[in-house]
């Protein structure tokens, strides 16, 4: 399918003459625009949006630019949130997820339409599927869209002018203290859940049993269960029955594993942060599972536990990224625009789109500080193991030479594996800057270690739509 049929039958309806430009899949529009030589600004992109009693509506604008709420809400006199993926699926049942047409009357939507989509000589758009766009003349788009309200209800979008990454020399790495007052001004960042204390509690006395660890985690179900599941993936092979906690930390996954996954789980769970989207809490979780069995796989191939524990680089995969976990939580509204930018631009690395958030207020000036940065400091306040707090700040420093640089550059090298899949904040180019020196596992035998993993998508899938719901 390469066009929807509610929309063919909505143009040949209505005599608008178009033109179907079939191409080869692809999910991003600035990429699949760069390489049609289409000008941003010609790209029409629909937002859908819901308020509170549920009204709908689509918001069309070109893909040069960004949503601005606050207008939006000015103009209509009421307050409007994204939609989320299944409301979004309802409205439109032939369209390819992501791919969503904005012809608002092709599916009896109210709309209002940005004026800057009035100015171009032909507007081009998505037919319902990531293998087709539609184009037609200025006179067709404004039959189109007669019955609409029109406004300006955007702005220039830095992150899709200039979908690059900063040079180096560009990059601003905070010190700790200046992280600290900046998040000060803002509201007061989560305490570290209770199930996270008892569990370093726990690692903090050298007497400390596996029992003991077993019990403190049995009093949660779902953790527990998450930990069993765990431990019964065939990535470990074991094919006894893993019946309870006490099982997998004994045949299976080991003291130090199991409490770094228990302790990773817990500490997550402080935030609140919408459900969809690609920085919401299931692609978070799926980032953070793929990290975390990467790394740890990595580590033990490197077969040296007295300079990288496999446990520990497990940790670190799960948690690097948990700076973006902050955002959601302490800025939710900013965040959803920034989680849009990244849905609309998947092609950008998170650290650009962090950058072009300045413009959103004091709320802006700190997401702009990166994630990696609110991330390392709430970790560092935990009093998280120092190889944890290291990979949270210095996961996209490829220059990083600290103590923990091990640590650091497994999660640079799994980050840039996983990117070849398009899993992560890399956008569609890995980190180029990484190094693949330092000693430790080269790179061909790091791609067989990760093919190996893959091997377990569904079950990592799988963890992590049960961890994230």
Known sequence: MSIAASLQQYLQRNGIAFQLHPHAPESSLS???????????????????????????????????????????????????????????????????????????AYALPAIIDRNLMKVPRVFFRAGSPAGMISVDADAFQMMVAAYPKAVISNPDRASVIPVMPKKADSVILTPEQVKARLEKTERLPAMPVMATRIIQLLAEPETTATELADAIELDPAMAAQVVRYACSPYFGYRGRIESVQDAISRVLGFDLVSSIALGIASARAFRVQQDGPLGLKAFWKHALYSAVVAQSLARKINRPEQVNPATAYLCGLLHNVGVLVMGHLFPAEFQLLNHRAQQHPEVPLEQLEKAAMGLGEAGAVMAMGHQQMGGYLLQQWHLPEAVTACAYHHHDAHYAGEQADYVYLVQLTNRLLAQRGVGDLGVAANADTQFGAGLISLATAETVFEKVMEMCAEIDSLADHIAA
């Not at 994204?82 to 969503?100: L, Q, S, T």
Request: no cysteine; aromatic share 6%; net charge negative.
């Open 31 to 105: 990429k699949l625009g760069l390489a049609l030589g289409i000008e941003p600004s010609q790209i029409a992109v629909p937002v859908l949006l819901q308020s509170a009693r549920k009204a709908s509506l689509m918001a069309v604008m070109p893909l040069s630019h960004s949503l601005d709420l606050d207008r939006v809400a000015a103009l209509l006199r009421r307050e409007f949130h994204y939609m989320d993926d299944a409301a979004i699926a309802a409205w439109f049942p032939d369209v390819v997820p992501g791919a969503e047409p904005p012809v608002p009357e």
